[in-house]
Structure formats: structure tokens, C-alpha cells
């Protein structure tokens, strides 16, 4: 498969610098609006007439929250069930770099990068996958809460204060080593973001378990093994650390994260590495594009609100930015699934769609673009009936079935 998503190296050259502003308070007390807005049509009766069925109300929905709003108990009984991943077996044969249940997630993605991104399914691809993580951790590894979300519109000046990055026990790691390096480039190459204090393996917080494994790698590890997936995945447990990450980097945007160039499926475990870099949170995470992609220009129609959302080609707008400010494995648009911290931004991302869907009923479920990314190669439109592709970790369901999170077929929740 070609993995391909920006153009030749040789235009990075001509990659510009992005503005930064001040972040400001407004964006949380617009965003406090918004979700009082939501939450008053919701509780209307003809709202939901209109958008609860089956067994799912108000009343019964799960309730996502903030990382931050959630008490030490309950975000290290987060962090639990996600090691828990580690420890459970690859449920995918056929990728030979999946060694435990993290990393199915990472290589489902990878292989439908191009298929999920600018696309008609984007928003309900990500919603899907983020929903079967949660019930993974719930049925499988005995977390009790639902899927908590990274809130952007605070701490843009200073991720490193963000309970999510602080590096504490309850956070999902800090900054990474300091790795001398030239920031990155994104945005197709034409946005330059430079380099935060990090960009080495994340050095605090609960994933930093990690013991080398290129030192004396046993033949028995070799891809040429005779041992069977299962038996592999045990043995790297004991030789390479709980919290190793296995697959990629396919396309990391930080400068120096030399990617694998050639076999995406093959075995490269390492450390998690991250460079917090607030020249995209500051920049993006303001008052006036939360309002225009929720109630501005952009929120007129989908096309328009996923557009604004993932940004015109070239640019940096909300979906990116919450990758680039985690810089390392968490600015690879192919395996981002790497840093933990992937899935409390999708759950962000899932959030503001969720208030765009509620505020514009008459929109809410329709989808738009084809089925490529941006088009290329060109493909047909796609529609709502549109099977979502999650490989091995659920069923393939049509997106029809993901676009009201109180349908109940399969989703039953909310976010406060």
C-alpha cells in the first residue's frame, strides 16, 4: 500500500512559520455556552422525540467528561485499563508488528489512513473507533467510567500544566527527553512549528516502562520465528517493557523521527515519544475558530464543518493542532494512536461534532466528501450507508448507525 499524504520533500522548503496569539479565557466561557445550549434542546421532548430511540435516554446515556474534572480514583482507573491493552494478546494475524491489543488500534489505522481522513467518514470513522476503545476498557479490562476528553481551549500556553501532560501519575505522561531538533513541518508542508523542550521518550508519568530492545535481541524475536503471534507477544512482554509502542513511524512530522521507510508492518519497538509544542495549541485553540466551526460561517452545512475542522488543505485548524501540540508519535497521521493522549483528543474532536450536530438538527445526519482523501485518487461520493471498516476489533456497521450518540445502535452517551 503507498502511503502518501503530503507532497515531495523538496516543498517543505518553502514551509512558513505559523502566527501564535495569546490564548484567551473567552473560548472556555463560549464553550460553557455551547453546552448549555446543547443540553437545553436536548432535554426539550421534541428534540428528543427526534434524536433518542430504542432504550437510550438522557437518563440511561453514559457520561463523558473532562480528563481534568475527574477525580485521581477514577483517571488512574483510566490509566489501569489502559495498560491493561498491553497485556492482551493481538487479535490481528495478519499485522506482524501488532503484539498486544494497543497496538490493533495503532494498525487499524494505519492501513485506512487514507481512507479516513478528508473524507465522508472522518468524523464517524474516529467516533466509531473511540467507541470501541472504551468498551474494550469497560468489558475487557474492568475500567468503570467512559471515555474522558482532552479539553484544548485551557493551558494553550503551557501544556505542561495541563493535568492530561503534567507528567504525574495521573496524567497521561509529560513532555518527552530533550531531543535537539528543527520542530516540524505540517500542514502539507507549508506550516513550520518550532520545537518544543522535548521530543525524546516521554520521561514522567505512568507509560515511561521501557527497556531497550536492540541490545541482544533473541533470534526467537526474529520476524523469521517459527513462534506463533501469541508467544512472541509474551516474550517481548518480559524483554521489552510493558509500554513499548511496536509499529511505525510512518509519517512523524517532527524533524529527526526518522520513519520506517520500508515495511510498514514490520516490528520496530521503542519508546513513546513526545514534544509539546505550543505554538499550535496557542495559535489554534482560540474563541473565534471554536465559534466558527460551531455556530459561525463554517458550521452551515457538514461539508463546511468538517472542512473547518481538519482545516483546507495547507493549513492548521483544530484536529490538527491537538496532533502537532503533542509533537512525536503523536504527529504521525498514520500511527498517532501511539501516544495515549490520541484518544481523549479524537474524544475532544467527537465532542465538538457531537454540539455542532445538536445545534444543527437539520445537518446533523448527512455526511460529505468521497471516500479518498481529498479526493485522491479520485472516488465516488460517499453516503451514509457507507460500511465503517474497523478490521479486527468490531463489527462493520454503516455510518447511519453512528451519526446520533443517542440512537442506541450502537451508541448511548453524552459529554458534559
Same mark, same amino acid.
Given at each position: 500500500?503507498?502511503? !502518501?499524504?503530503?507532497?515531495?520533500?523538496?516543498?517543505?522548503?518553502?514551509?512558513?512559520?505559523?502566527?501564535?496569539?495569546?490564548?484567551?479565557?473567552?473560548?472556555?466561557?463560549?464553550?460553557?455556552?455551547?453546552?448549555?445550549?446543547?443540553?437545553?434542546?436536548?432535554?426539550?421532548?421534541?428534540?428528543?422525540?427526534?434524536?433518542?430511540?430504542?432504550? #437510550?435516554?438522557?437518563?440511561?446515556?453514559?457520561?463523558?467528561?473532562?480528563?481534568?474534572?475527574?477525580?485521581? &480514583?477514577?483517571?488512574?482507573?483510566?490509566?489501569?485499563?489502559?495498560? #491493561?491493552?498491553?497485556?492482551?494478546?493481538?487479535?490481528?494475524?495478519?499485522?506482524?508488528?501488532?503484539?498486544?491489543?494497543?497496538?490493533?488500534?495503532?494498525? &487499524?489505522?494505519?492501513?485506512?489512513?487514507?481512507?479516513?481522513?478528508?473524507?465522508? +467518514?472522518?468524523?464517524?470513522?474516529?467516533?466509531?473507533?473511540?467507541?470501541?476503545?472504551?468498551? *474494550?476498557?469497560? =468489558?475487557? #479490562?474492568?475500567?468503570?467510567?467512559?471515555?474522558?476528553?482532552?479539553?484544548?481551549?485551557?493551558?494553550?500556553?503551557?501544556?505542561? *500544566?495541563?493535568?492530561?501532560?503534567?507528567?504525574?501519575?495521573?496524567?497521561?505522561?509529560?513532555?518527552?527527553?530533550?531531543?535537539?531538533?528543527?520542530?516540524?513541518?505540517?500542514?502539507?508542508?507549508?506550516?513550520w512549528l518550532p520545537s518544543g523542550k522535548g521530543g525524546g521518550c516521554v520521561k514522567s508519568g505512568p507509560f515511561v516502562k521501557y527497556a531497550p530492545f536492540s541490545l541482544t535481541p533473541p533470534t526467537s524475536l526474529s520476524l523469521a520465528s517459527p513462534m506463533t503471534k501469541n508467544e512472541r507477544h509474551l516474550t517481548t512482554q518480559l524483554l521489552v517493557g510493558s509500554y513499548t509502542i511496536n509499529i511505525g513511524p510512518v509519517q512523524p512530522a517532527m524533524q529527526g523521527y526518522t520513519p520506517v521507510y520500508t515495511?510498514?508492518?514490520?516490528? =520496530?519497538?521503542?519508546?513513546?515519544?513526545?514534544?509539546?509544542?505550543?505554538?499550535?495549541?496557542?495559535?489554534?485553540?482560540?474563541?473565534?475558530?471554536?465559534? +466558527?466551526?460551531? &455556530?459561525?460561517?463554517?458550521?452551515?452545512?457538514?461539508?463546511?464543518?468538517?472542512?473547518?475542522?481538519?482545516?483546507?488543505?495547507?493549513?492548521?485548524?483544530?484536529?490538527?493542532?491537538?496532533?502537532?501540540?503533542?509533537?512525536?508519535?503523536?504527529?504521525?497521521?498514520?500511527?498517532?494512536?501511539?501516544?495515549?493522549?490520541?484518544?481523549?483528543?479524537?474524544?475532544?474532536?467527537?465532542?465538538?461534532?457531537?454540539?455542532?450536530?445538536?445545534?444543527?438538527?437539520?445537518?446533523?445526519?448527512? &455526511?460529505?466528501?468521497?471516500?479518498?482523501?481529498?479526493?485522491?485518487?479520485?472516488?465516488?461520493?460517499?453516503?451514509?450507508?457507507?460500511?465503517?471498516?474497523?478490521?479486527?476489533?468490531?463489527? !462493520?456497521?454503516?455510518?447511519?448507525?453512528?451519526?446520533?450518540?443517542?440512537?442506541?445502535?450502537?451508541?448511548?452517551?453524552?459529554?458534559?
Open positions: 500500500m503507498h502511503f !502518501s499524504l503530503v507532497p515531495a520533500v523538496g516543498a517543505l522548503l518553502l514551509a512558513a512559520t505559523v502566527t501564535t496569539a495569546a490564548p484567551t479565557e473567552d473560548a472556555l466561557v463560549i464553550l460553557e455556552d455551547l453546552q448549555r445550549q446543547v443540553e437545553t434542546k436536548l432535554h426539550d421532548s421534541e428534540t428528543l422525540q427526534a434524536r433518542g430511540s430504542g432504550h #437510550c435516554t438522557l437518563l440511561n446515556a453514559a457520561v463523558r467528561k473532562d480528563w481534568e474534572h475527574m477525580s485521581k &480514583v477514577e483517571r488512574k482507573d483510566y490509566i489501569r485499563a489502559v495498560k #491493561c491493552l498491553w497485556k492482551l494478546p493481538s487479535v490481528d494475524p495478519d499485522f506482524s508488528a501488532a503484539q498486544n491489543h494497543f497496538d490493533d488500534y495503532v494498525a &487499524v489505522h494505519m492501513n485506512q489512513t487514507n481512507f479516513i481522513h478528508g473524507t465522508a +467518514n472522518f468524523l464517524t470513522w474516529h467516533r466509531y473507533l473511540i467507541w470501541l476503545w472504551e468498551q *474494550k476498557l469497560r =468489558n475487557q #479490562c474492568g475500567y468503570k467510567g467512559y471515555l474522558p476528553y482532552w479539553n484544548w481551549f485551557k493551558y494553550q500556553d503551557d501544556l505542561s *500544566k495541563s493535568p492530561v501532560f503534567d507528567g504525574s501519575d495521573t496524567s497521561l505522561g509529560g513532555d518527552g527527553e530533550y531531543f535537539a531538533h528543527n520542530g516540524s513541518v505540517v500542514g502539507a508542508g507549508r506550516i515495511d510498514v508492518k514490520k516490528l =520496530n519497538p521503542r519508546c513513546q515519544r513526545r514534544d509539546l509544542t505550543m505554538a499550535a495549541s496557542m495559535s489554534t485553540f482560540t474563541a473565534s475558530n471554536l465559534l +466558527n466551526v460551531t &455556530v459561525g460561517r463554517a458550521s452551515a452545512t457538514v461539508g463546511h464543518f468538517q472542512d473547518e475542522l481538519q482545516g483546507p488543505y495547507g493549513t492548521l485548524r483544530l484536529h490538527g493542532a491537538g496532533h502537532y501540540s503533542m509533537g512525536g508519535d503523536g504527529s504521525d497521521v498514520f500511527t498517532s494512536l501511539n501516544d495515549p493522549a490520541f484518544y481523549l483528543h479524537h474524544a475532544m474532536i467527537d465532542r465538538i461534532y457531537w454540539i455542532w450536530q445538536v445545534l444543527h438538527p437539520a445537518e446533523a445526519n448527512k &455526511v460529505n466528501g468521497t471516500i479518498t482523501f481529498r479526493n485522491n485518487p479520485p472516488s465516488r461520493v460517499g453516503t451514509v450507508d457507507d460500511l465503517l471498516d474497523m478490521g479486527k476489533l468490531g463489527p !462493520s456497521i454503516p455510518i447511519k448507525d453512528v451519526l446520533n450518540t443517542l440512537g442506541g445502535t450502537p451508541l448511548c452517551y453524552i459529554y458534559v
